[in-house]
């Protein structure tokens, strides 16, 4: 089955970029999903299909999508976007949804 | 505003059935544009998809789960629903509907995200 691998956690200072990366085989190829999760609430879609924003999501986050890592930059950190970030696919082979493990961002 | 509303039991019994209802306010639960799914989180840990139901009824089960889940849709209501049988202390986790959402040029391509979550509901199995 397929399988998405995010690092577990990544740390920024504020007011610099994080990225967090979510590596599959041929991820280039599918299209690539992001979420924020902050504690005891509910994921927040954050970026859909590799690099759109849905409405109300900040400038500040994007999204890319080539060969095997699929990367969610996020400009200028503040505080306010310490979370869990889960990346999600849609495998057309099986029809199945994957997410991957999750990456947990520090605003040190 | 979609909303979506997790409802059910929050604590079951090893070995009997979980059972949870999604109801949608907000828009219509039937578009060739929407998949209806429930995705888990046990405590400390990751989302897990769980299954998706299309609006016609089609059905796509995670595979890990698949002999023991059963999703079911009524649009009259607009309720969508999953059963997961013999559960044990491994299921205990916050269960939570969304809507899954895919343009109509981008569902057999790209696939579909989940743009509307409900707040999620926790389910402790245990005697």
């Known amino acids: 089955s397929y399988v998405l691998t995010q690092p577990p956690s990544v740390s920024v200072a504020p007011g610099q970029t994080a990225r967090i990366t979510c590596g599959g085989n041929?991820?280039?190829?599918?299209?690539l999903h992001w979420y924020r999760q902050k504690p005891g609430q509910a994921p927040v879609l954050v970026i859909y299909y590799d690099r759109d924003r849905p409405s109300g999501i900040p400038e500040r986050f994007s999204g890319s999508n080539s060969g095997n890592t699929a990367t969610l930059t996020i400009s200028r950190v503040e505080a306010g976007d310490e979370a869990d970030y889960y990346c999600q696919v849609w495998d057309s082979d099986t029809d199945h949804v994957i997410f991957g493990g999750g990456t947990m961002l520090t605003v040190l | 505003q979609v909303q979506l509303q997790e409802s059910g039991p929050g604590l079951v019994k090893p070995s009997e059935t979980l059972s949870l209802t999604c109801t949608v306010s907000?828009?219509?639960?039937?578009?060739?544009?929407?998949?209806w799914g429930w995705i888990r989180q046990p405590p400390g840990k990751g989302l897990e998809w769980v299954g998706s139901?299309?609006?016609?009824?089609?059905?796509y089960y995670n595979p890990s789960l698949q002999s023991r889940v059963t999703m079911s849709v009524d649009t009259s209501k607009k309720q969508f629903s999953l059963k997961q049988t013999s559960v044990t202390a491994a299921d205990t986790a916050v269960y939570y509907c969304a809507r899954g959402y895919c343009s109509s040029t981008s569902c057999r391509s790209w696939g579909y995200y989940f743009d509307y979550w409900g707040q999620g509901t926790l389910v402790t199995v245990s005697s």
């Open positions: 907000g828009g219509s639960i039937s578009s060739s544009n929407y998949y």
């Open positions: 041929n991820i280039g190829n599918k299209g």
């Open positions: 139901i299309y609006y016609s009824g089609y059905t």
